[in-house]
């Protein structure tokens, strides 16, 4: 499966977003710059993340740093959003087990 790919000098320019930027976010590991034919590329899949470090990068002077101190604590509530939802859906089947065994 071919994953789509914008050009990045044509995504800065429509969001008002200079291209160092994107080459900064990069160098941090919160992109992936895809290089083909001398053309540098963002994966399609990256623009909503693109967009909200851009938003706090410009918007809320955030510094890269800040960014990805953000970013390492959002995926790690995302984890643990994941494993707690796991975690109930476990206690349901024990308590549904339980539950059935009372009856019985």
Do not use: W
Not at 29 to 52: A, F, H, M
């Amino acid at each position: 499966m071919q994953n789509e790919l914008i050009i990045i000098n044509d995504y800065c320019h429509n969001c008002h977003i200079d291209p160092s930027f994107i080459a900064l976010l990069n160098d941090e590991g919160l992109v992936e710059i895809r290089t083909e034919d001398g053309e540098r590329y963002l994966l399609v899949d990256q623009l909503p993340e693109v967009e909200r470090y851009a938003r706090m990068y410009y918007d809320l002077a955030i510094s890269l740093e800040g960014i990805d101190a953000i970013n390492h604590l959002l995926n790690r509530m995302n984890d643990m959003r994941s494993e707690i939802n796991m975690l109930r859906a476990q206690l349901n089947i024990y308590k549904r087990f339980a539950y059935e065994e009372l009856e019985e």
